[in-house]
């Protein structure tokens, strides 16, 4: 941990602790999408310069090495701009659709590196997330009354669309104030509150319930938990009462590994699945049959992308992709090709070398934080922040929501820190 006096670290925290808690101001201002990158890179810069300066710093200042993780986030979002450039020259692209392609990178892709490495340089405390999370919590339980008023008093969908849109970004939702949508065929209504649509909504709300599990203030952990609570059940994201259900306690049960108690109580556990295989098979089956058809024009839309995606791929650009985002055709609703999932997002824009930049940098931050979450709690806070990551990106493309769940980030890179220092403790 950081001397109280070391000005990064200060500065670091209150820069978080500030973004977090003018979400609502940002998101009616239509900044939310520029705050995110901008804090990325202005941590990144402060931990550039820490690093820098390292040599020079007392030793209670002076941060751990980066370890294994970030090295990986950095490898791997640093490689994805490589590949950028790689498949841009081979698609033939000139110079100014690669300049905007890299700006892309630098909102998206590169925010999954940064966050993590500036966490874990700058010693943020993870503590500063929690309250956070929190306060912003409180202020949401104020507004949500509002949100759910909206459609039966008349309100619009969408208020504005902030004029910052002008910056660019991926569409105007990412800059539009939006109270609510109508669900098409059911006729009712749904809310994303300040994310650019429901499903990311839920996203947060993931993230932030984790989050606020860990706050020790009772007062403080009920605003955040019933805040998150709301936003995942008020946006219907099947994903994000999946993820609710099944993250925590699994990112639990792995911390509790290394006890002896738990695998004499696993043993009846699993002899019990064995014989009751083949009905938790077919319940699986209709369970998620039941999870398709509960919207099935959206599981049949995203199914089709993804047969586009990986048709496509695997005939036209196998190694680095097609450079850029294509839309599909009137089956798809004219949807970009792999939106919706990462993976057939990456293997159609990057081919397979995008695909691993992601897979390995993942992979390794899931085994360092399920490893030390057998000896500590931040690993496993770290864990169920890499498990939502890599369930989502079944379901968003994981770059292009990272201005929101960054804080998610930052707390991967502060585990990430623990690691080393339990390595070399």
């Given at each position: 941990m950081?001397?109280?006096?070391?000005?990064?670290h200060a500065a670091a925290e209150r820069l978080i602790a500030l973004a977090i808690g003018s979400t609502w101001l940002l998101w009616l201002t239509g900044g939310l999408y520029i705050a995110g990158p901008a804090l990325g890179w202005i941590l990144a810069a402060l931990a550039a310069w820490k690093l820098y300066?390292?040599?020079?710093l007392p030793a209670e200042q002076r941060p751990a090495p980066l370890g294994p993780v970030i090295w990986a986030f950095l490898i791997g979002m640093g490689a994805m701009q490589i590949i950028l450039l790689v498949g841009h020259a081979t698609n033939g692209f000139g110079v100014g659709q690669t300049i905007k392609s890299s700006v892309g990178w630098a909102k998206g892709w590169a925010l999954i590196a940064l966050f993590p490495f500036a966490a874990a340089v700058l010693n943020v405390r993870a503590e500063v997330i929690y309250r956070a999370v929190c306060k912003l919590g409180a202020q949401t339980l104020v507004l949500i009354p509002l949100f759910i008023a909206a459609p039966y008093i008349g309100l619009p969908e969408t208020l504005w669309v902030s004029p910052l849109k002008v910056i660019?970004?991926?569409g105007p939702e990412y800059f539009a104030v939006t109270l609510y949508t109508i669900e098409p065929g059911a006729g009712t209504p749904r809310w994303q509150f300040f994310a650019p649509w429901s499903p990311a909504a839920g996203l947060v709300a993931v993230v932030y319930a984790i989050c606020a599990a860990e706050e020790k203030h009772r007062g403080w952990k009920f605003c955040g938990l019933a805040a998150a609570l709301a936003i995942a059940l008020l946006s219907q994201s099947r994903l994000a009462l999946v993820a609710l259900l099944v993250i925590w306690p699994f990112a639990f049960g792995v911390s509790r590994l290394g006890k002896a108690w738990i695998w004499w109580a696993a043993a009846p556990a699993v002899l019990a699945f064995a014989l009751l295989a083949p009905m938790l098979i077919d319940m699986a089956s209709q369970l998620a049959s039941d999870f398709s058809s509960a919207r099935a024009d959206s599981s049949r839309v995203r199914a089709t992308l993804g047969r586009i995606a990986i048709e496509r791929w695997q005939n036209e650009a196998p190694w680095f992709g097609h450079g850029i985002v294509e839309a599909g055709p009137h089956i798809v609703e004219y949807m970009p090709i792999g939106s919706h999932?990462?993976?057939y997002g990456l293997v159609f824009?990057?081919?397979?070398?995008?695909?691993l930049a992601l897979a390995i940098p993942l992979a390794v931050a899931a085994l360092s934080t399920a490893r030390l979450s057998l000896v500590q709690p931040m690993g496993r806070l770290g864990f169920a922040m890499v498990l939502v990551m890599l369930l989502y990106s079944f379901g968003?493309?994981?770059?292009?929501?990272?201005?929101?769940?960054?804080?998610?980030?930052?707390?991967?890179?502060?585990?990430?820190?623990?690691?080393?220092?339990?390595?070399?403790?």
């Amino acid at each position: 941990m950081a001397a109280p006096t070391d000005p990064c670290h200060a500065a670091a925290e209150r820069l978080i602790a500030l973004a977090i808690g003018s979400t609502w101001l940002l998101w009616l201002t239509g900044g939310l999408y520029i705050a995110g990158p901008a804090l990325g890179w202005i941590l990144a810069a402060l931990a550039a310069w820490k690093l820098y300066a390292a040599p020079y710093l007392p030793a209670e200042q002076r941060p751990a090495p980066l370890g294994p993780v970030i090295w990986a986030f950095l490898i791997g979002m640093g490689a994805m701009q490589i590949i950028l450039l790689v498949g841009h020259a081979t698609n033939g692209f000139g110079v100014g659709q690669t300049i905007k392609s890299s700006v892309g990178w630098a909102k998206g892709w590169a925010l999954i590196a940064l966050f993590p490495f500036a966490a874990a340089v700058l010693n943020v405390r993870a503590e500063v997330i929690y309250r956070a999370v929190c306060k912003l919590g409180a202020q949401t339980l104020v507004l949500i009354p509002l949100f759910i008023a909206a459609p039966y008093i008349g309100l619009p969908e969408t208020l504005w669309v902030s004029p910052l849109k002008v910056i660019g970004g991926s569409g105007p939702e990412y800059f539009a104030v939006t109270l609510y949508t109508i669900e098409p065929g059911a006729g009712t209504p749904r809310w994303q509150f300040f994310a650019p649509w429901s499903p990311a909504a839920g996203l947060v709300a993931v993230v932030y319930a984790i989050c606020a599990a860990e706050e020790k203030h009772r007062g403080w952990k009920f605003c955040g938990l019933a805040a998150a609570l709301a936003i995942a059940l008020l946006s219907q994201s099947r994903l994000a009462l999946v993820a609710l259900l099944v993250i925590w306690p699994f990112a639990f049960g792995v911390s509790r590994l290394g006890k002896a108690w738990i695998w004499w109580a696993a043993a009846p556990a699993v002899l019990a699945f064995a014989l009751l295989a083949p009905m938790l098979i077919d319940m699986a089956s209709q369970l998620a049959s039941d999870f398709s058809s509960a919207r099935a024009d959206s599981s049949r839309v995203r199914a089709t992308l993804g047969r586009i995606a990986i048709e496509r791929w695997q005939n036209e650009a196998p190694w680095f992709g097609h450079g850029i985002v294509e839309a599909g055709p009137h089956i798809v609703e004219y949807m970009p090709i792999g939106s919706h999932h990462s993976w057939y997002g990456l293997v159609f824009v990057k081919g397979i070398t995008g695909l691993l930049a992601l897979a390995i940098p993942l992979a390794v931050a899931a085994l360092s934080t399920a490893r030390l979450s057998l000896v500590q709690p931040m690993g496993r806070l770290g864990f169920a922040m890499v498990l939502v990551m890599l369930l989502y990106s079944f379901g968003e493309n994981l770059e292009m929501l990272a201005y929101l769940y960054w804080p998610a980030l930052v707390l991967i890179g502060i585990a990430a820190r623990h690691a080393v220092l339990q390595r070399s403790a």
